[in-house]
């Protein structure tokens, strides 16, 4: 495991999140590095291991019958609060904010898609409550696939730009 | 030779640490630096509003003069006269020129530009120069461009009464992630810190998203989904999105670009005039250089007219005895450009069928950018989508950077009570991102039109016995071959336990962040273990630096296939 994960993305975090006092932030040309640590146990468990006890429709919080326009509005709303652009206004939360998106997204692109959301309906409805992820296509959860690099990808320390 | 004319931020800001944590986070300004003009706005606390320069202009010509080792541009500097800019002295359309190699198509038609561009055609930065006092003076384009933000750094600050540091700029759809640094390097070198590259027609997307949400608030309808196609052509790029919007949202369902533009009508009229120009102008004579920049003006003059009336009468002496009498009528200059008609048709095509959308569904149809105003631009858009008009709600050649100030307000943090500023741009990938294998071929990780931020896996695997070291080479572009695309970046994992070819798995993930920033991590399992054999890599990308044409050959004449991986074939 990485153990040094700083605050935040640099870019946002620097010019909205009033937390990050500037004190704590050493410029080095247009990065920024943040110094605040979190421990890896604050890290957010990732995808894998939460992904198999929700489906996709709890995951856009929708019942299973729901129509595409639904489908549509669930996620548009969920990505006015989760996505990395909107989660860093004022919260610490940003660690989990891209990946969060992301898993949103997988179902928002599962669901959206009639071909796929049959599939997965398939799936889903034989094989409950027991859902294996594996059986299903490698697009509908890439989560899973992931998990491997999943201790190594949310890196959060910014090294500087290289030119 | 004098200081250059920009400073570049230090590496140990004095200034910027109180104003940051002011209660007040410093609206982010929207610059749309076009290939031949440029403009800023800002949000001013209740909308968006355009910035003028000195001389009341909203527009700006993109150049910079050098004259007596004093670098101006087209900010604050009050051309003579238009010819002024065509002396050889001036380098313009650096938009076309910044991040590419010397041996790009792009750089070589850059060639007949009244300016210098030399090519050695071995995969090198090209070399550019102005003439100051019948001195070829080399610059770049990053040096150019950066000269030429500082004046409109100035311009900002001195108009809103505080320093500028967060700027939001458009980008064209298909720069590639290396030219993207080098647009960063040139607002660091000026002293801005970027705060959000926008592909110009997302910014348009987003200004349209603002107006639809207003809409639905004034006269409280339902906040249906609308589709928009999005055309953008400027003097350098066409770039087209469709974009779904809802509610605030702009949600990028795909996006299509290339680099063809007015400029390339321009040169294709000029060809047109004076069929041998290009060898006539090739020495780069003070007389030729002239003589160019005549054709030039009379050129652009003819197009410009071409939009509102059907023929036009074109009559200039280009000195030397060379004179053109020519009436040309708008027939024959949709035929003299119908490669660059048949290539914006062919992008709109390709953004519409990635986006999965039918043209029925399309709500409203956006052409901006100067090449909006040539009516054969605006009925192929307007005959794809089978409709009899546009949208009529924007300003083309203000709506991209009217929307980059709105992200600049977003992104800074700044709400409106009236809820105009509540906006969420979902994006995507332009370009498929991924790695070299066998043969020279090119397999994407991430698709391109991938919603951001993404992580993508594939899974390879050796291709020679006991094989124990790979090159992951990393492109970025849409070619079937490596050669085609833009080189991102490469490196080798080692240390790979001997096994036959085929066993272990090399997994190579790729990480797009919220802030863009693109990861490559690779690492190797071998069959029955579930832990990686050696540790895992990450390399941040682009790494490569100028020169990236030669580093791939470098590296093909070092390695040749030695060091390939291939796709693992998946057991279905």
Redesign the interface.
Known sequence: MISISTST????A???SPKV???SIK????LRISAACTSTAERPTTGSHTAPTSSLYEVLGIQAGATC?EI??AY?RL??VV????A???QRG?TS??DQ??KV?EAY?TLSDPEKRADYDRVLYSRRPTVSFSSLGRSMC?DT??S??AG????KWE?D??? | MAEPAYTVASDSETTGEDKSSSAFPEIAIGIDVGTSKCSVAVWNGSEVELLKNTRNQKMMRSYVTFKDDIPSGGVSNQLSHEHEMLSGAAIFNMKRLIGRVDTDPVVHSSKSLPFLVQTLDIGVRPFIAALVNNVWRSTTPEEVLAIFLVELKAMAEVQLKRPIRNVVLTIPVSFSRFQVTRIERACAMAGLHVLRLMPEPTAVALLYAQQQQQAVNENIGGASEKIALILNMGAGYCDVAVAATAGGVSQIKALAGSTVGGEDILQNMMRHLLPDSEILFSNHGINEIKSMGLLRVATQDAIYKLSSQTSVQIDVDLGNELKICKVVDREEFEEVNRKVFEKCESLIIQCLHDAKVETKDVADIIAVGGCSYIPKIRNLVMSICKRQELYKGMNPLEAAVCGAALEGAVASGISDPFGSLDLLTIQVTPLAIGIRVEENNFVPIIPRNTTMPTRKELAFTTVRDNQTEVLIVVYEGEGEKVGKNHLLGYFKIMGIPPAPKGLPEINVCMDIDASNVLRVLAGVVLPGSRHPAIPVMEVRMPTVDDGHGWCAEALDRTYGSALDLVTVQKKI
């Open positions: 993305s640099f870019s946002r620097h010019f909205v006092s500037p004190n410029s080095r040309s247009s326009q549509k509005a548009r990505a006015r996505h990395p652009d909107v860093t206004n004022g940003q904010a891209g998106f992301m997204h692109a890439t696939i992931a491997r690099f190594y990808t949310r890196r090294t730009q290289c030119w």
